[in-house]
Structure formats: structure tokens, C-alpha cells
């Protein structure tokens, strides 16, 4: 199971961070994948990271003001956001695509597993 939390109401040009711990011990085999989502909209990618934490990927709109990490000893991925605009309001999601996989996928149907979201609004 994958736990989001740490969103909010922010103004713009705020910043939060987003952490995403799961429950599986295999989580350090999972790479793992942040996606937000509007009302009416496809879900939408917005960044990854490989399960050794080397390789990171991320969406155009949010490069250079996102930062994705984790911390495998302590089955937690993170989602820095920075200079936050209101285009970034949505709900965000977490998942994991494993074990081992070599590519990080940007797709949403690549990921097995997902959390249950939480809501991020950056008011203007």
C-alpha cells in the first residue's frame, strides 16, 4: 500500500512537499512515479525516479521547481515543489512500477500499485 500526504492550500510562489511512504519492504525494488490529476482530466505525469534513485524523469511544466527523491531505508518517496503555481493545483498520486524495472515509465498505465491521492491548491 502507498500513503500520499503533505498536501495543502499554498499561495502562489510557496512551496510543499509531498511524501509518499509505502508498506511493502520491497519498496527499494520499486520505481516510483508522482501524477496529478483535475476534475475532467486525464491523470497527468509529473515526475520519477528509478528504484536506485539514480535516474529521475520530469514533466516539462514542472522541471526545475520539482525535486523527486526517496529514502529506501525508510520506504519514502518525496515530491519538493517550489515556486508553486496555480496551474499545479490538483489532486497527486503516488505509484510504484516493479520490481527491478529498467525503464522509468512516464505512462500511468505502467504503474501497479497507487495511493489515494492528496489535494494540492495554490491559490493566486
Known amino acids: 500500500q502507498l500513503q500520499a500526504s503533505g498536501g495543502g492550500l499554498v499561495q502562489a510562489g510557496d512551496s510543499l512537499r509531498l511524501s509518499c511512504t509505502a508498506s511493502?519492504?520491497?519498496?527499494?525494488?520499486?520505481?516510483m512515479g508522482w501524477f496529478r490529476q483535475n476534475p475532467g482530466k486525464e491523470r497527468e505525469f509529473v515526475a520519477a525516479?528509478?528504484?536506485?534513485?539514480?535516474?529521475?524523469l520530469y514533466a516539462d511544466s514542472v522541471k526545475g521547481r520539482f525535486t523527486i527523491s526517496r529514502d529506501n531505508s525508510k520506504n519514502t518517496m518525496y515530491l519538493q515543489m517550489n515556486s508553486l503555481k496555480s496551474e499545479d493545483t490538483a489532486v497527486y498520486y503516488c505509484?510504484?512500477?516493479?520490481?527491478?524495472?529498467?525503464?522509468?515509465?512516464?505512462?500511468?498505465?505502467?504503474?501497479?500499485?497507487w495511493g489515494q491521492g492528496t489535494q494540492v491548491t495554490v491559490s493566486s
Open positions: 505509484a510504484a512500477d516493479g520490481p527491478f524495472t529498467v525503464r522509468v515509465e512516464t505512462s500511468s498505465g505502467a504503474y501497479d500499485y
Open positions: 511493502r519492504r520491497t519498496f527499494s525494488s520499486y520505481n
Open positions: 525516479i528509478k528504484w536506485t534513485g539514480i535516474s529521475t
